[in-house]
């Protein structure tokens, strides 16, 4: 094993890591100068190393995102062998393509920015849309921890009914739902062509008296779920639950999301912060390892 | 003369380039989602035309580089023939050289960032280090405004003495001296060997009764400015006015300033800020649109 690096790392994340790969864990000097400019300095000799640096895009995004720059240009000139970025939320995969003319696609700029400075490896978690990756080029690797999430909480619901938030997002409530042993379905919107009244139900199944389990790469302010959420109790469900690779949980998200009949946000430690009390973290630090190794990364 | 895009343009700025350019100002849209992620929207078909974007490094300086990145790669994507990015101030310049092992070159690192989305010209003013400009290539201009601040106040100061802060950043306070027909020299610490007191003071000239003008690229904090307005004005000058490109004045670096003597920061409109009151800010505008018409860049 190289060296590990923690630069921004996600709450317990750096240290499950560093245990689960026998490594030693040494953190790049990070701060901000009263001007606002960021610095980072790497703390030990790294030419010739393969370096594994784990980071987290958020909170402050375009913070990381400078820091994980300037961290990256860094190693490569220090003469560091490898360069492998574990960056478990990555900023920016939302604006995947031009909604509307005359947008950026996002996370292209960033992907492509990155492999621009000769980053080697880069493996992210539950990539909102795995396919932004290619312009990474051949080093990227997506690895999904809802299955590790649903595993961890399999004998605490009963009578379980997994959802995806739509029809297009199917892929990842399959995945939980294998685990879980469950049924799945997705949710849909339907409009009353007379009292104009907005529904959202399971396509098939009834929710009345399930363990409703809305599955989704993230929750960021929470509006959708609560929406869902709320309907969902109004239809019967038994208990609200949502499992999520990634709990932002921006504003009164956690409020809302309570108020809505959400018991409990099922989620991995892949961001920097301190959680809210709804939500039930998950330390991913020694399925992560486990892939890093048997990727060849670690 | 082509597209003239406004992204967070310093205060005047664009207004005034587009007047004397005798150009049509478009302003990009920019926003901040909920969760802190930036975004930037072109408003105007780009295909096959020469694009002028101007920007600021400063306040908020990673969500500056952050909102360039996206606008620089997105015009790309849309077909723009060129694209000539006015960053009047760069963020980073001072990070020039690794003062530490294990520092990042932060300039580099963003120089070569830029250079990477293909950005055709950059044209900086009064950048820390010119030398660092290296980095992005034949592309990249640096103006002084120095001079042109020094012709605007010529008629306001009697009997000036020109200072650089050091002996190594002589070149800016000569050209300024030169305009003013003025002396100059450069500040020079000295410790006395007894008392261990420090002083601040010209290496040549003495101050009495001058109007003192201290030329630099940049203020931060104000801090080192301070201290050689106390001792300056403690040596008997009359006045003590610094003349820098950009001044950040971070903090309490106004009554730092004030208590300090100094009389007055002259300054250029290159940040998109609101100026504090000691600050006598200079439009810049013509003066740049005349460099940017004379390099065939507008």
């Known amino acids: ?51 594994l640096v784990v980071h987290t895009g958020f909170p402050d995004q375009n913070d990381r995102v400078i820091e994980v720059l300037l961290t990256i240009d860094t190693l490569k000139d220090l ?71 649903a595993e961890k909480i399999k004998d605490e619901v009963e009578d379980p009914l997994v959802l995806a938030p739509d029809r297009g997002a199917t892929a990842r409530a399959k995945s939980v739902a294998s685990v879980l042993k469950a049924p799945w379905d997705y949710l849909e919107k339907r409009r009353d062509r007379v009292t104009g009244e907005v529904t959202i139900r399971p396509k098939e199944i009834s929710a009345e008296g399930k363990t409703v389990i809305i599955v989704d790469d993230m929750v960021s302010t929470g509006s959708t779920l609560a929406l869902a959420a709320k309907q969902l109790k109004a239809a019967g469900a038994k208990r609200v639950l949502a499992l999520v690779a990634h ?52």
Do not use: W
Request: glycine residues 8%.
């Open 1 to 51: 094993m190289g060296k590990v690096l923690c630069l921004t790392p996600p709450k317990g994340l750096c240290d499950g890591l560093v245990a689960s790969l026998n490594a030693e864990a040494h953190f790049i000097e990070r701060k901000k100068f009263p001007d606002g400019e960021s610095y980072v300095r790497i703390p030990i000799p790294v030419s010739g190393e393969d370096v």
């Open 247 to 298: 709990a932002l949980m921006v504003g009164d998200a956690e409020n809302k999301l309570r108020e809505a009949g959400v018991e409990r946000v099922i989620t991995a430690n892949t961001l920097a912060r301190d959680y809210p009390t709804i939500t039930k973290v998950i330390d991913v630090s020694e399925y992560l390892s486990n892939f890093l190794v048997e990727k060849g990364l670690a």
């Open 79 to 149: 003469g560091a062998e490898s360069v492998t970025l574990l960056m478990p939320y990555m900023p920016y995969a939302r604006q995947d393509r031009r909604f509307r003319e005359g947008e950026p696609v996002s996370i292209k700029t960033l992907l492509k920015t990155l492999s621009n400075l000769d980053l080697d490896y880069l493996v992210v978690v539950d990539i909102h849309k795995e396919y932004s990756l290619s312009e990474f080029g051949g080093g990227a690797f997506n690895v999904s921890v809802l299955p590790y999430l």
